[in-house]
């Protein structure tokens, strides 16, 4: 791991991550690749740092902003295979972030993920009612991020089916 995810305050390693939870599934999870280009949009400057991170360590290409406003004109810019927004944000919510992003969506396919800290927000809402392909529940490790990953290119592809 590089020193800048090393140098996260110990809070933010054990909220997003950095000690396995089981040894098996770390290794699978280490060894996972994916492709495509994916936007993290986040207001919490570390915490999108951290998702940043763990995508490019799973061979994603990633950009990133820091509201929901930025996230739009990014969108507006290029295409992205992966759209993760937080859910609570300052300004534009997750929820109203990817309302919009839909509307741009330049090739047709992304796959939009909502990131939050809480059950109680979403309510008995599924993610499709939500406006998300996927729910990432914090706090978040790799191999949550990894399982998210994979659970929604595979519903897609059943789609595609």
Known sequence: MNSRWQSQSRDLRRLCGEIPRFDGILDLVMNMSFEGVSLVVDDDDDLREILVE????????VDEASSGEEGLMR???????????????????????????????LCGDAKYLLISGSAIVMGNQSPAELGADEILSK?????DVCKILLDVNHRIKKRIA
């Open 139 to 143: 706090p978040f490790f790799r191999e």
């Open 75 to 105: 969108l507006r810019q290029k295409p992205y295979d992966y759209v993760m927004s937080d859910m609570k944000m300052f300004g534009m919510s997750g929820i109203e972030f990817l309302k919009e992003a839909r509307k741009i969506n």
């Open 54 to 61: 763990m995508l490019i360590e799973f061979g994603l290409k």
